[in-house]
């Protein structure tokens, strides 16, 4: 990830003592104050080195940048890096929070980490450190987890200590655990994953304050170090280039490259005249920007070409700055944040390098002026920007609240590249692009081709089936077909819209509570590109939520609607209600046990001749039971004049029936109406009452002269003795 780590020599003037030979925590307060203050709470900003696709340098940017506070940290952390976990949270640990160090036991740095949760905007502590690091390496491994290495600590206001060891965050269990130390202690060295996994450390501080020429290697697999070649001058940065080396860099000294094959350092010469690290981030073309100076040309930038290992002039900064954040962006530009000026004044200015043409462009400001921010690309695109420090003198100038730096650049795409040749398109940057329209008689599709087409798509309602009694909330489920495609599908209860689907499997789920109990007609409408509307045949189904009611719910082994439940009564609702397939039509027709006598199938528009509803209810509202009296009501459309008449049958073996006549009546006139009859119901635990409108045939209980006959039968339970 190629974290940064400060430099002493690129913070305010009196941070030049940090050079100077000799411990710079001595008795002397005064010399903490001196040294202390300006060169440990100055940081310099990680540098992700994270791949990223290439850019379209043919394409023009436009932004649209801003920044919103996100949550604080609970701890200071001036001076480490913050880490992106592979989930996309950000892990921050130790570094250094201004306490009283007036007071002996005056203690600046800690070992608490934290981690930033992008989604919920918010850090929370999670395991510390088992050793207070200050100025440590920090690098994500292959596998997830975290690698700490080195940094420096102070024992008492007197001594401090630095640290060979190193440790592993893990994500999963939010603990640190030790691994292999290294065979020198080493603060503020830069660190870089080699293209095999393994972490090179370089470089970096004793506590004399002396620039370390030798680096080490880390195996995540094995957890040990090993030694590699001695560095041919100190580095400040490291960045991985395409071919696997690594470019080492320090201000004012040759640059080197390590190269893993060899385990060597080789000099590539010096930097450009006037040319700083104070920014350090590897393109997305394999090249290398840097950026600032160390002899006040801060606006100085290069470009360094791996491929050529030469150094060429690129576009100035706008302002210039020490102690920047720096962040590549998904597009292949690169941000700079914040930083101090020449001067002194610590600015919250940002601009964006464009590669394509060497350009710096000025963007929207921080909320909050910091140097040393650390920035993380986000997931998201966001960049989080945390710690710093801020333009107050104290303990108040290590900064805690947070924020979120939103940038939209975007790389406006066109017709071509999105495959469209008709219609308008989004241009991806909040514009649209119109890409023509189609000749004589082909239309323009939702994917913006243009097609010939006439033919509406197919739909089926698949579930639920014709007939099915529906209680609660129940899934529609459709099918639809197009030759060139369908782009949604609608359900509707009738003529009215309960919803849309635009993918399939096509489903949607349906409140039948709010729709009412009774019948109800479903019916799925399908559209393509062109407008085009294809409809399904229209189901008819049973609404039934009212407990108790005593109304019949079809039943699929006898084939007739049935009340299961002994009560008071029993209603076939309507379940019966037309005739076959002519009169309605009538739902699960022919109603008659185990389909065993069909309807008559002529229609007259003049004689819609039809059984509609069939109830059985005892006269003193008890249960149905052997020996009660009860009324038995037949609803029907009869036709006149006579023979058209009314039979009622019964049998009390509904799996193989003998059924008897009870009652056969002549309507005088023709309506829909109602007639009823008492009878004492017979012994039988089931029973069931045939409704049969004879048009023109002898008195049966199936009849098959009649054009307009109709049969249909209930079944009921009744109470035992």
């Known amino acids: 990830m190629g974290h940064l780590l400060p430099s002493c020599q690129s913070l305010m003037p009196c941070a030049r003592h940090c050079a100077k030979e000799g411990n710079p925590m001595n008795n002397r307060r005064n010399d903490w104050l001196a040294i202390g203050m300006a060169c440990l709470l100055q940081a310099c900003a990680p540098t992700p080195a994270e791949p990223r696709p290439p850019e379209d340098t043919a394409l023009q940017h436009q932004s649209q940048a801003a920044s919103a506070a996100t949550g604080s940290l609970a701890k200071a952390h001036v001076s480490v890096p913050h880490t992106r976990l592979l989930d996309g949270r950000v892990l921050v640990a130790g570094g250094m929070e201004f306490n009283d160090i007036f007071l002996p036991q005056g203690k600046p740095y800690h070992a608490i980490s934290e981690l930033y949760d992008p989604q919920a905007g918010s850090w929370s502590i999670t395991g510390s450190l088992n050793v207070i690091r200050d100025m440590a390496s920090f690098e994500r491994l292959a596998d997830g987890r975290v690698l700490a290495a080195g940094g420096w600590e102070n024992n008492t206001v007197q001594t401090r200590t630095a640290h060979a060891t190193a440790e592993l965050f893990d994500p999963a269990t939010g603990t640190w655990s030790f691994t292999g130390s290294m065979a020198q202690p080493r603060y503020n060295a830069p660190s870089v994953v080699l293209g095999d996994g393994r972490v090179l450390v370089a470089g970096g501080r004793n506590l004399q304050v002396t620039d370390l020429l030798s680096a080490e290697v880390y195996n995540p697999t094995t957890g040990g170090w090993t030694a590699t070649g001695s560095l041919l001058a100190k580095v400040q940065r490291l960045v991985l280039l395409p071919d696997g080396r690594v470019l080492g860099l320090a201000a004012d000294v040759n640059a080197q490259v390590y190269t893993p094959a060899t385990n060597a350092w080789t000099s590539l010469g010096a930097l450009p005249t006037g040319q700083g690290t104070e920014l350090v981030v590897p393109l997305a073309d394999g090249r290398v920007l840097l950026g600032g100076s160390s002899t006040g040309a801060l606006t100085k930038a290069s470009l360094f070409n791996p491929a050529t290992n030469t150094f060429t002039a690129t576009g100035s900064l706008l302002t210039g700055r020490y102690s920047p954040g720096a962040v590549r962006m998904p597009d292949g530009t690169v941000l700079v944040f914040g ?29 909050t002026a910091r140097q040393a ?61 119109a890409c023509g329209t189609c000749g004589s008689g082909l239309t323009c599709t939702a994917s913006h081709t243009c097609v010939s087409d006439a033919t509406p798509p197919m739909a089926v309602l698949t579930a639920p089936g014709a007939g099915t009694p529906l209680t609660g909330t129940v899934t529609l489920q459709a099918t639809a077909s197009d030759d060139v495609g369908v782009t949604h599908v609608e359900f509707l209860d009738g003529t009215k819209l309960l919803g849309t689907s635009s993918t399939a499997p096509y489903a949607l789920d349906w409140d039948t509570v709010a729709a009412g109990d009774g019948n109800h007609t479903l019916v799925v409408k399908a559209y393509d590109a062109t407008g085009n509307v294809g409809k399904s045949t229209p189901v008819t189904v049973q609404v039934l939520n009212t407990p108790n009611s005593g109304v019949a719910v079809y039943d699929a082994t006898s084939m007739t609607p049935r009340c299961a439940v002994v009560g008071p009564s029993c209603d076939s609702g309507t379940l019966l209600n037309g005739r076959g397939t002519v009169v309605g039509p009538e739902l699960n027709a022919p ?21 509609h509803a069939l109830r059985v209810a005892t006269l003193d509202g008890s249960p149905l039971a052997p020996g009660k009296v009860v009324t038995i009501q037949v609803t029907a459309y009869v036709g006149m004049p006579a023979p058209t008449r009314i039979e009622l049958w019964t049998t009390a073996d509904v799996d193989n029936p003998v059924w008897s006549l009870i009652y056969s009546f002549a309507p005088n006139t023709n309506m829909t109406q109602t007639f009823s009859l008492k009878y004492t119901l017979p012994p039988g635990p089931i029973r069931a009452f045939r409704a049969r409108l004879n048009s023109n045939s002898s008195v049966m209980p199936c009849g098959s002269q009649g054009s307009y006959d109709d049969q249909d039968d209930l079944v009921f339970a009744t109470q035992s003795p």
Do not use: F, H, M
């Open 373 to 433: 921010p650390a920035t993380v690309l986000l997931a998201s695109g966001d960049v989080l920007i945390a710690s710093g420090v801020g333009v107050s003198s104290g303990p108040s100038n290590q900064l805690k609240p947070c924020e979120r730096y939103a940038s939209s650049t975007c790389i406006p795409t066109s017709c071509t590249s999105q495959g469209a040749v008709c219609g308008t398109v989004s241009d991806g940057c909040g514009g649209t692009l």
């Open 339 to 367: 930083g101090r000026t020449l001067n002194g004044v610590i600015v919250s200015a940002v601009e964006r390098y464009t590669p394509a043409t060497g350009t710096w462009s000025a963007e929207s400001s921080l909320l």
């Open 591 to 611: 109603n008659t046990l185990k389909g065993s006598c069909q309807d008559g199938t002529l229609l007259t528009a003049t004689v819609p001749e039809a059984i």
